[in-house]
């Protein structure tokens, strides 16, 4: 695999999931006899990453007691003082990370691979000299779309019928947490100007994706489990 390093975004508060995130971050959310966070870190670990980094901030210490001494990849933690929200969160561990590519993933989403895994997919598509993030998409279920793509898979916007949604894997550059000031932002924004420059591009996934995303996506997948 050519870029090694992945950072997991597990900060925010899951306020979605009402009180099943009272006591419980949602990364601890358990799906059968695993949390969705020890099942993302399994998986990475299969495909040979190399480095992991977790930002967290909401009940951080929960996340790390579960989390110690599971697996054989080394765990980074970066640590938020207050919440940064998703951009400020990866310029945070901009300094952790210590790479100039690397994959970046939500916590709370779960995928089955058919012969690709996304993560393969994602880095044969990469180039560096012309892209600056990459984003993996999936195609609109009932839900509101993200993004469109044109035939060279550059992402543009098209609000009036946006065919995919974003399923939270990506690879991004760190310059591009370089160059802003701002502490506490959006991914979005840095979305948006890559939008303008033209350096942002979508893959579409074809395998199986879910976003537990709420209480009723949560209860949804269960169900579909049994």
């Known amino acids: 695999m050519n870029i090694s390093t992945i950072m997991i975004l597990a900060a925010g508060f899951g306020k979605s999931m009402k ?37 967290i901030f909401y009940l951080k210490n929960k996340i790390k007691k579960k989390l110690s001494s599971k697996f054989k990849t080394k765990i980074h933690y970066s640590e938020e003082k207050i919440l940064l929200n998703t951009g400020g969160g990866i310029k ?70 946006p065919k995919y949604i974003f399923t939270g894997i990506q690879i991004l550059k760190s310059k591009l947490f370089l160059k802003t000031k701002k502490k506490i932002f959006p991914l979005f924004l840095i979305y948006e100007q890559l939008i303008e420059k033209r350096r942002i591009f979508g893959l579409v996934y074809n395998g199986k994706w879910f976003h537990i995303g709420t209480l009723e996506s949560l209860q949804e997948y269960k169900k579909m489990l049994k």
Request: net charge positive; glycine share 2%; aromatic share 10%.
């Open 19 to 55: 009180h099943y995130t009272k006591k419980v971050p949602k990364p601890l959310i358990k799906i059968g006899n695993e949390t969705l966070i020890e099942r993302i870190i399994k998986k990475l670990e299969n495909y040979g990453f190399k480095k992991i980094v977790i930002n």
């Open 92 to 161: 945070n561990a901009i300094q952790l990370l210590k790479a100039k590519e690397f994959f970046v993933i939500n916590s709370d989403i779960i995928w089955e691979e058919k012969k690709k895994n996304p993560f393969d997919q994602l880095n044969k598509f990469w180039n560096k000299d012309k892209m600056d993030a990459l984003l993996l998409l999936y195609p609109k279920r009932t839900n509101n779309g993200d993004f469109n793509i044109n035939k060279s898979n550059r992402i543009v916007i098209n609000k009036n019928n």
